[in-house]
């Protein structure tokens, strides 16, 4: 219908020049200054939001500093103290190796310390970043920090005192001055139960998932060996000497570092020679069953004879219980030591794809009820001067190392690279 229809079927008289204002549509041009104003709104504001980005990430960072400063003065000693404590760093308060002693502060309390060697490669900023990072981790299974002293060029941390010595102790050496001191009775060896070992097991694993996953970081201890797990008074195991962590993003699924930092016979292959960290502990494990420390020593071109070989053929000719230490066969569980076999045996898989997580691992150690997958051959033999691009070609390896030493910073040892 037209304007001039409209107007006929109401009977209004109609005007050309009305029905001409009326239909007529107005056009407005779009002034080329509206155009160029809303343009300039648009990155103006796109400018204004990045600034207040860069705004806010630096007032972030300032709180981070703070809190980091804050927490490092509030756990401050002063060297006097820590002297007074260890009868000025006696070695009679000496615990082992790698730089540990034991003190009794002021108020009675006893505390382990660790001191930084002057002649470690571990820096200041290193050593900082062992204070935050231990700071912010707390579990059951992890050693507490209880303070640092940073006086006079002394990089020292205080933990939570741990009376019970640590793991190696009671797997390697307890049997050995047992037996030189001609200890019949072997309730005064203090050797290791089988339930006590199946309990250090369960709570180291527990230790790493924590470390692993439930931490607000993803923390990679990089030097898990048995002299780096103390044992409180009920036996419980507590995961000490981050100096070696590697601290990995969230978001980050696999982690890789050029600097090889670590024990030999305890590392994982990859890792050795390519600077991948793995999620296994599974050497250890077989340490505690067996009370057998893994070979770490190494032949000139070949690795063939350690525990992980000797586990494997018990494991080929169905004799699993052989592996178990010979001081508790007559009080153990064949599941749970069958088991545990079978998942040490399961953290050394050749494919490190095919290796259990640590919350996996964690699952198979709480039920019975879970079928475990059959284990695959474990690497016994690294070849030196080994082509990291056929490797890198066989398998998911693509991170390569200009260096074949191993360095470890708390013993500041060097040795070849062998299998974990």
């Not at 008289?13 to 056009?27: A, T, Y």
């Not at 797997?171 to 203090?190: E, G, H, P």
């Not at 997958?373 to 070849?383: H, K, R, S, T, Y």
């Not at 398998?395 to 974990?420: C, D, H, K, V, Y």
Request: net charge neutral.
């Amino acid at each position: 219908m037209t304007c001039r229809d409209l107007f006929t079927n109401i009977n209004i008289p109609f005007e050309e020049d009305v029905l001409i204002v009326l239909c007529r549509k107005k056009k407005r041009p779009v002034s080329n200054n509206y155009l160029d104003c809303c343009v300039g709104k648009y990155f103006l504001t796109i400018f204004y939001v990045k600034k207040q980005e860069r705004v806010m990430q630096l007032f972030w960072k300032k709180i981070v500093l703070g809190r980091e400063i804050a927490t490092l003065e509030s756990l401050q000693f002063d060297l006097a103290t820590i002297k007074a404590a260890t009868n000025n760093f006696s070695d009679q308060n000496k615990i082992g190796e790698g730089g540990f002693g034991e003190g009794i502060l002021l108020d009675g309390s006893q505390i382990a310390v660790k001191r930084l060697s002057k002649n470690s490669k571990q820096g200041t900023n290193e050593f900082k970043n062992e204070v935050l990072l231990i700071a912010k981790l707390q579990h059951r299974n992890l050693v507490t920090l209880i303070g640092v002293c940073l006086e006079e060029q002394e990089n020292i941390l205080i933990y939570e005192y741990v009376p019970n010595k640590s793991l190696d102790f009671f797997l390697f050496v307890c049997f050995t001055l047992a037996f030189l001191n001609n200890f019949v009775d072997s309730k005064q060896q203090k050797l290791l139960s089988w339930n006590e070992r199946y309990n250090i097991i369960g709570g180291i694993a527990k230790g790493i998932l924590y470390l692993h996953e439930h931490s607000r970081l993803k923390v990679i201890h990089r030097d898990l060996k048995p002299s780096n797990i103390l044992l409180d008074e009920c036996m419980i195991p507590k995961i000490s000497d981050f100096g070696l962590a590697r601290i990995v993003e969230i978001n980050q699924e696999q982690g890789s570092t050029k600097i090889i930092v670590g024990t030999y016979g305890y590392m994982s292959p990859e890792y050795a020679m390519f600077g991948h960290f793995s999620e296994n502990f599974g050497v250890m494990i077989l340490e505690i069953i067996s009370g057998r420390k893994n070979c770490n020593s190494y032949e000139s071109h070949r690795v063939s004879n350690g525990l992980l070989n000797y586990v494997w053929k018990q494991w080929r000719d169905e004799t699993l219980l052989n592996v178990l230490d010979e001081n508790i066969k007559e009080d153990y569980s064949k599941i749970e030591v069958t088991r545990c076999i079978q998942i040490g045996l399961l953290c050394v898989e050749p494919n490190p794809d095919a290796r259990p997580t640590m919350l996996t691992i964690v699952s198979y150690l709480s039920s019975d009820s879970i079928e475990l997958p059959m284990p695959q051959e474990p690497i016994f033999v690294l070849q030196r001067g080994m082509n990291e691009n056929t490797n890198a070609k066989n398998s998911s390896w693509n991170q390569s190392i200009n260096t074949s030493t191993i360095f470890s910073i708390n013993e500041m040892s060097t040795g070849e690279f062998l299998p974990r």
